[in-house]
T-cell receptor
Framework: KQEVTQIPAALSVPEGENLVLNCSFT??????LQWFRQDPGKGLTSLLL?????REQTSGRLNASLDKSSGRSTLYIAASQPGDSATYLC????????????FGTGTRLQVTL | EAQVTQNPRYLITVTGKKLTVTCSQN?????MSWYRQDPGLGLRQIYY???????DKGDVPEGYKVSRKEKRNFPLILESPSPNQTSLYFC????????????FGQGTRLTVV
């Protein structure tokens, strides 16, 4: 069964810390992996998309890596800010089920002052 | 502004009363889909559409219908809602089926009593 797992479910860090969010998936045959941010009442916002042939993507303070062979991705957030507080979702487009994104249940991040 | 718009944002209804949740995108995307989000289960795909008049079932289609008469619109229809359809619903669109960024609406919180 193709599954996506995110651990931990919740994380609290003080402002300014660098942090890593983890995502693991069960099948290495993927088209891509996407990281989203979910804010209450505001839906999902795409942060980064890493295609199967890529190892990482960067956008501002965010860097996402992909290791297909081990079935892992990490989202690195540098110099965290209170505005980074949100739920971060990892989603995989598996080969053979390209019609959908398979989501993890997310990591709820709180950045404290 | 590129966006996916869902209406209504919040809805409380009674069992058996037909309802429609509308979804519209202004990006000329071919691919659209509906997801529901439940605690501990993440987002699961209900239906998707690859283009006008082309729709197919996702992972949890029971109790739902969709139509795609125009490229920009993809309504979700609950003909006879039941309490187990109480959930947070998201519409999503993308330019293509694979390796393209997915844009999500702000969500519709549905409560069926």
């Amino acid at each position: 069964k193709q599954e996506v797992t995110q651990i931990p479910a919740a994380l609290s860090v003080p402002e300014g810390e660098n942090l890593v969010l983890n995502c693991s998936f069960t099948d290495s045959a993927i088209y891509n992996l996407q990281w989203f941010r979910q804010d209450p009442g505001k839906g999902l916002t795409s942060l980064l998309l890493i295609q199967s042939s890529q190892r990482e993507q960067t956008s501002g303070r965010l860097n996402a890596s992909l290791d297909k062979s081990s079935g892992r991705s990490t989202l690195y957030i540098a110099a965290s800010q209170p505005g980074d507080s949100a739920t971060y979702l990892c989603a995989v487009q598996f080969g053979g089920t390209a019609s959908k994104l398979t989501f993890g249940t997310g990591t709820r991040l709180q950045v404290t002052l | 502004e590129a966006q996916v718009t869902q209406n209504p944002r919040y809805l409380i209804t009674v069992t058996g009363k037909k309802l429609t949740v509308t979804c519209s995108q202004n990006m000329n995307h071919e691919y659209m889909s509906w997801y529901r989000q439940d605690p501990g289960l993440g987002l699961r795909q209900i239906y998707y559409s690859m283009n006008v008049e082309v729709t197919d079932k996702g992972d949890v289609p029971e109790g739902y219908k969709v139509s795609r008469k125009e490229k920009r619109n993809f309504p979700l229809i609950l003909e006879s809602p039941s309490p187990n359809q109480t959930s947070l619903y998201f519409c999503a669109s993308s330019f293509g089926q694979v390796n393209t960024e997915a844009f999500f609406g702000q969500g519709t919180r549905l409560t069926v009593v």
